[in-house]
Each structure stands twice: as structure tokens, then as C-alpha cells.
T-cell receptor, first 113, second 112 residues
Framework: DAKTTQPPSMDCAEGRAANLPCNHSTISGNEYVYWYRQIHSQGPQYIIHGLKNNETNEMASLIITEDRKSSTLILPHATLRDTAVYYC??????????????FGKGTLLTVNP | NAGVTQTPKFRILKIGQSMTLQCAQD?????MYWYRQDPGMGLKLIYYSVGAGITDKGEVPNGYNVSRSTTEDFPLRLELAAPSQTSVYFC???????????FGSGTRLTVV
């Protein structure tokens, strides 16, 4: 699996958009970008994933650059409850041994009042 | 629909004791996983299973055993507890090889 690089921490004001970057310069053509978050002491929670097109759901938007070497997770209106560690994970298609998720240290997002 | 249920939530073991961490899911997911998370670190995969009767080692399997006799249950066994196994253990499941995992709430284990 391709490795990812994320900043260790970020701050965001409540009500503003939170933009979390992720670099994955060695991503290969069939690898997806997944985002999870982990609120303190809880199990990780799936947020969103994408291959090459931008994706949006009720939680967030995922913007993937055209060369697919980086992506940004956007929380459009951050709330205090969005304070968590956010993990960016690159994973191959299902099959073989490529379906396991490998978690790094992620980005601690702190939403301030 | 309970999702992934882990028991117990907390446990203190003495060095050399054994215990089984329970994990059950009611989503008919065939893939299940066990991770551990040490303080300030990311999750590390211990064991995983792609279906009943099939298990395989992950990144840090030493000191642990698993079994998968049913689709719903995936218990993790610690045989001779050591202080290095003090951690938070998370169980997860997914449909087929989907990357959209559902995680349990974790078991916080302390070995003294």
C-alpha cells in the first residue's frame, strides 16, 4: 500500500471549514483514498473514500488532485464534536492482501469555540 | 442493529494470565479484523479473517490467537499476558473486501 503523509495537528474555528491535507505521492492507479476519524477513546469511524473523482456525502467532501498525489478532506462547517484524529489511508482494490487498512498517526484536528 | 459489539470494555490482567476478548457483529459481514492501539499511536493489525474457518496474521500477531467458527463472532485470545500487551483493542468488520470498516467501541486492557 502507498504511504501517506499528514500534518500531526491542525486547528479550526467552530463554524468554519476544516481542510485536512494528505500527500500520497506513490499511489498507484487502482488504489483508493479512504478517510477515517477517531474521536477520543472511541473506535475509528469511516468518513468517505474516492478513487479519482471528488466525492461528497453528509459528513464531508473529498477533493483528489488530478495527478492523485494528494487529497483534501473538507468538513464544511466544523463543530466542537468534529475534534478528533483524522486518518488518511490509501488502499488497493479488494482481493489478495490489498484489502487491509493500515493506519498511520493521522492529524489531530482541534475545533476551537 | 447493534453493529460490532466488543466485550469486556475494560479489563485488568496479571502477568501470565489468559483471557479472551469477544467480538460479535450482526451485519452479516464476512471480513473481520482485530487491531491494537497503543497510546498516541495508530492502529496496528493483529489478525484478520475473510470468513468462517479462515484466519490470517496481521502486522503484530505474536502473543495472540484467533478463531472464526461463525460469521458473527471473532474472539481474540491472549494466552500469557505480558505488560507489552497493555493497549486498547478494536475489532472491526467489513462486507467482502470493502474499505468501509465498522469498528467496535474497544476493549481497554491493562496487564500488571
Amino acid at each position: 500500500d502507498a504511504k501517506t503523509t499528514q500534518p500531526p495537528s491542525m486547528d479550526c474555528a467552530e463554524g468554519r471549514a476544516a481542510n485536512l491535507p494528505c500527500n500520497h505521492s506513490t499511489i498507484s492507479g487502482n488504489e483508493y483514498v479512504y478517510w477515517y476519524r477517531q474521536i477520543h477513546s472511541q473506535g475509528p469511524q469511516y468518513i468517505i473514500h474516492g478513487l479519482k473523482n471528488n466525492e461528497t456525502n453528509e459528513m464531508a467532501s473529498l477533493i483528489i488532485t488530478e495527478d492523485r498525489k494528494s487529497s483534501t478532506l473538507i468538513l464544511p462547517h466544523a463543530t466542537l464534536r468534529d475534534t478528533a484524529v483524522y486518518y488518511c489511508i490509501v488502499r488497493g482494490n479488494s482481493g489478495g492482501s490489498n484489502y487491509k487498512l493500515t493506519f498511520g498517526k493521522g492529524t489531530l484536528l482541534t475545533v476551537n469555540p | 442493529n447493534a453493529g460490532v459489539t466488543q466485550t469486556p470494555k475494560f479489563r485488568i490482567l496479571k502477568i501470565g494470565q489468559s483471557m479472551t476478548l469477544q467480538c460479535a457483529q450482526d451485519m452479516n459481514h464476512n471480513y473481520m479484523y482485530w487491531y491494537r492501539q497503543d497510546p498516541g499511536m495508530g492502529l496496528k493489525l493483529i489478525y484478520y479473517s475473510v470468513g468462517a474457518g479462515i484466519t490470517d496474521k496481521g502486522e503484530v500477531p505474536n502473543g495472540y490467537n484467533v478463531s472464526r467458527s461463525t460469521t458473527e463472532d471473532f474472539p481474540l485470545r491472549l494466552e500469557l499476558a505480558a505488560p507489552s500487551q497493555t493497549s486498547v483493542y478494536f475489532c472491526a468488520s467489513s462486507y467482502q473486501g470493502s474499505g468501509g470498516y465498522t469498528f467496535g467501541s474497544g476493549t481497554r486492557l491493562t496487564v500488571v
